[in-house]
């Protein structure tokens, strides 16, 4: 888990609360910054201090999570996730909605971290010295969006599910309708952009209802009509 504090002097209480309370947290560190002046005058707005924690559910506490939520049913390792999810969406709700920006978490996974800036993507890793860190895959996004201006990194892309990472280019047609069916189910957009709901509505349907990854894909990008008439038949009935 990894949460950005724009304000590092709340993060005493959101450990307490949220970390420290539901965790059993192995390491802790600060991500490393840059202490070069030149990096941090090109940015518009300094990043957040980011805090990085690996940890596990603490037994006890995802067991009446599991009894409160009656998720008995439910293997273990999925009701961790469900158990981590909620605990970042609690997080969000008081220190990002609530107290006004305080604090989010900027990702959740078992191999992943998200890193965002306010300012161009080169200047993620210049701030955050990765040029020596190492992956199996990278993301990039550089965000130029259509309306308004990207202000606060919470704003920023990549938008995060639970081990998932999302950018994404382009207005959501639909982004009241799937903003209402994802309130029927609980889950609520927190950060003011339509990336975010695409982004929750692909951890719903992938992680929560396991639908295989091609119904997912077609349920978020339906096959137009033209392409549709294209395909054969098998995939026709699945579309």
Known sequence: VQVAYLDPSCREELESAFIDKRYDVHTRYQVEESDDPRVLSDLPVRPP???RYFCRAKPAVLAGFV???GLQGL???RAEDEFVNQTSFAVNHLFYVERGMKAFVMSQGRDMIIMKVVGYAEDVI???RLEEMTAHVWIGHQRYPTKGKVWHPGGAHPFMGLDEGLVHNG????YHSVSEYLAQKNVTPLFLTDT?????L??????????????VIEALAPTTERDFHSLPEDKKDIY
Do not use: G, K, M
């Open 49 to 51: 201090q980011i805090w």
């Open 126 to 128: 210049r701030f955050y």
């Open 171 to 174: 207005d959501f047609a639909n």
């Open 75 to 77: 293997e273990a390792r």
């Open 67 to 69: 009894e409160e939520r």
């Open 202 to 215: 692909f951890d719903l349907l992938n992680r929560t209802y396991r639908y295989p990854l091609e119904y």
């Open 196 to 200: 975010e709901v695409s982004v929750l």
